[in-house]
């Protein structure tokens, strides 16, 4: 065949095979236009899945009446004038690409009111001219028939409902996107989504709820962090709010939806200690950074990112989530400062008949006379009496005072708020895993050289990596050499892991270091021998406990990161407010 130059028509479908996947790909285009129009409030309307109707509509800045034709011309675009403006990018859209791709593949209609024009003017792709049109200021798109001429794509299409959830999706990602921004969506004719701007915090988060639901909220932690020209912020939910699929994971990077897989590592490495296994986080971050940092154009669909600082962003985003599952743990009174577990030998906390430690001192003095079948009286009282003791209510601590233990398994205890339950050995656990953390960075990882070096065989990239982070493997514990152009050979290994898998240990931590820039595999390994240990160390069900033994372990729990989970993600303790136990026994009804 002859090289000639395609038809018009012809490039713009080819191009709409990567722009247009399906429906709910057109709306994410076409919503993007409205946020770039500066609209504040965006409607969408479908019918059957979008696949019959979509209709958007914004009251945004409008389109100019001479520059509608060149809206459905490929690679005309308002947002984008030098490779300076693209290296720094603050637009959703800039491709030029998306509208006449949409328009190549159905019947789009285009009415748009400048806002400082007398009237609308409407536009359909073959048109000569745009002609006069009734139209607040503003912008509507009308997709009908999508795919109509591509019968092939059209095969391709999900069932209505399932089109209709994509799209629900979407809209969902967006409104999370932009809490300034109102939004609307009808599927058939009938409301499914309905939003008012959110600007101050409670509005944001009653937006938060509505999308994802009372309990997402819930147990949501909000953090905000800044340094180094890097900013987040959002909700991340607690441990026990887990997932069994990744389907409430909400990621923007100077506002736009992305998928990313630093991101989504970072994030796990961030939760790898309070996650059972398989299960996945829900969050909703915000990323914001100089745009000049971030590569937007790496697919037409703009979901990919690339970080021009990775390993920044990566230790950035860990070490901010890592803190913040670190403090959500029960508060503690103003004269309690918070301060680290103390750090003994691990060889003391792997002891089955180990007990947590005393409390600080003003706290131990008053415990070590609280004893079993002591009175304590109603939070509203003030004042809560034990062993001739009185406590006032602004000094007692998060997580109050033992009453007495259930079924020896759960430690009972009053607080301001009422009762609190506490899973002993769970928390006991946490305690115990925390402490053999510390108690082995402050020993420094140790070696020990293999009776007999395992060779792996590796590429020669991967080879020639290893040779240059030698103190990346030193740090680690690991003693590496290289024995040839694509082979390795691992000569010492961390003490704690004696009998670890040394070659798989290797090429993960290689693959690590190739795709992130650096690795956690070793503190992941160590991580769940002492994790063992804890778990083996830690108090026993039908152990019973003393109160002063049941308010060492509260104390405890108060001063311990993470201490709200267990290792493996359980909840530790749970609060039950005097209005639930109201509720219970139906009084003030």
């Not at 709910?24 to 409030?41: C, M, Q, T």
């Not at 009938?190 to 701007?197: F, Q, T």
């Not at 508060?331 to 691990?346: F, Y």
Request: net charge negative; with cysteine; hydrophobic share 40%.
């Amino acid at each position: 065949m002859h090289i000639k130059i395609l038809p018009s028509v012809l490039v713009n479908q080819i191009a709409a095979g990567e722009v247009v996947e399906r429906p709910a790909s057109v709306i994410k285009e076409l919503v993007e236009n409205s946020l770039d129009a500066g609209a504040k409030r965006i409607d969408v309307e479908i019918e059957q899945g979008g696949i019959k109707l979509m209709r958007v509509r914004d009251d945004g800045r409008g389109i100019p009446q001479n520059e509608l034709l060149l809206a459905l011309s490929r690679h005309a675009t308002s947002k984008v004038a030098s490779l300076e403006e693209l290296e720094r990018i603050n637009s959703m859209g800039f491709r030029g690409e998306a509208l006449p791709s949409i328009g190549s593949v159905s019947r789009l209609t285009l009415i748009s009111h400048e806002q400082e024009a007398e009237h609308a003017f409407q536009l359909m792709p073959g048109a000569e001219a745009p002609t006069p049109a009734a139209h607040p200021v503003g912008t509507t798109l009308e997709i009908r028939d999508l795919f109509y001429n591509t019968p092939a794509r059209r095969k391709f299409l999900k069932t209505e409902k399932t089109e209709f959830n994509h799209i629900d999706t979407l809209v969902k990602r967006l409104a999370l996107a932009r809490f300034d921004v109102g939004f609307s969506l009808k599927h058939n004719r009938r409301e499914i989504i309905l939003l008012s701007p959110a600007i101050v915090r409670s509005e944001q988060e009653r937006r938060v709820t509505e999308l994802l639901g009372k309990a997402f909220l819930e147990q949501a932690i909000f953090l905000e962090h800044q340094i180094a020209g890097l900013r987040l912020y959002g909700w991340v939910a607690r441990p026990a709010f887990s997932r069994s699929q990744a389907d409430m994971q909400y990621f923007y990077v100077n506002g736009r939806v992305i998928r990313d897989k630093l991101v989504t590592h970072a994030v796990r490495q961030a939760f790898q200690d309070v996650l059972y296994h398989g299960r996945h986080p829900a969050y909703v971050l915000y990323l914001e950074l100089d745009p000049v940092m971030v590569d937007v154009n790496v697919h037409p669909t703009k979901h990919e990112v690339r970080f021009r600082e990775g390993r920044l962003v990566h230790d950035f985003l860990f070490r901010t989530l890592h803190k913040s599952l670190a403090d959500d743990r029960p508060g503690l009174t103003s004269d309690m400062p918070v301060q680290a577990a103390p750090i003994e030998t691990a060889a003391a906390y792997s002891s089955p008949s180990y007990m947590p430690q005393t409390a600080p001192l003003n706290l131990a003095e008053r415990s070590a006379n609280y004893q079993a079948g002591f009175e304590m009286q109603r939070p509203d009282r003030g004042k809560v009496a034990a062993s001739t003791i009185e406590v006032e209510q602004d000094e007692m601590p998060r997580l109050g005072f033992a009453l007495a233990q259930l079924q020896g398994i759960y430690v009972l205890a009053e607080n301001r708020e009422g009762l609190v339950l506490v899973d002993m050995h769970a928390a006991h656990e946490r305690i115990t895993y925390e402490r053999l953390k510390l108690a082995w960075d402050e020993s420094n990882i140790r070696s020990q050289p293999l009776l007999v070096p395992i060779t792996v065989a590796v590429s020669r990239r991967e080879a020639d990596l290893a040779e240059e982070q030698q103190t990346i493997f030193e740090a680690l514990g690991l003693e590496v050499d290289r024995m040839g152009a694509e082979t390795l050979a691992v000569r010492a290994i961390p003490i704690a892991l004696h009998g670890v898998d040394a070659e798989r240990l290797l090429r993960d931590i290689l693959a690590d270091l190739v795709v992130y820039g650096s690795s956690e595999r070793i503190r992941h390994e160590i991580n769940a021998v002492l994790g063992t240990m804890a778990c083996h160390g830690s108090v026993r069900a039908n152990r019973r406990l003393t109160i002063d033994e049941m308010n060492a372990l509260l104390r405890d729990m108060e001063r311990t990161e993470r201490s709200g989970q267990c290792n493996h993600g359980r909840p530790t303790w749970t609060q039950l407010g005097m209005n639930e136990l109201d509720r219970l026994f139906k009084r003030g009804q």
